[in-house]
């Protein structure tokens, strides 16, 4: 007796299955930031530009790397760091999560062992290391899910207020 299952039919059931998944799934940007969407209005370029890579002058904010959905999908630092800028899950690697760029997160003070990576806390020049060469304080280099962006001081102005506050 052959109880070996046909290729075509597992093949087949594997398919259905696959697209049943992807039907379900949010493959734009908005569920990898956290529990909210992406705003209709920004308040100031920075957040624009947090949210959407993109400055409101009409200026390219380009970028080199990242890791496959931001190579994919595009997006700005919320794609990643979330739309409340705590983190968010990474994508694909769901059980990767971006690091929080809240206002304590990067400015706060910085201990021993506390999730920093050991470094110290960020000052504006150290954090635009970060964003431009990716780099952190101490001069060690960043994830390479972290893409490299290029802006000019302008856009990096307004950015670097957006997160400052």
Known sequence: MNTAIPVRRVTSLLGGLLAILISGCDMGPGHMMSNSVVPDRYANNGERIYFTGTSASGDAITRKGGNLHMRMMGGGCATCHGSDRHGARMMPK???TAPPLSREALFGEHHDGDGHGGHE????DT?????????DPAGNPLDEDMPRWSMGSRDWEDL????RS
């Open 94 to 96: 769901f059980w990767e």
């Open 127 to 135: 954090l635009r290391r970060a964003v431009f060469q990716g780099a």
């Open 121 to 124: 806390r960020y000052t504006d």
């Open 160 to 163: 670097l207020a957006y997160l």
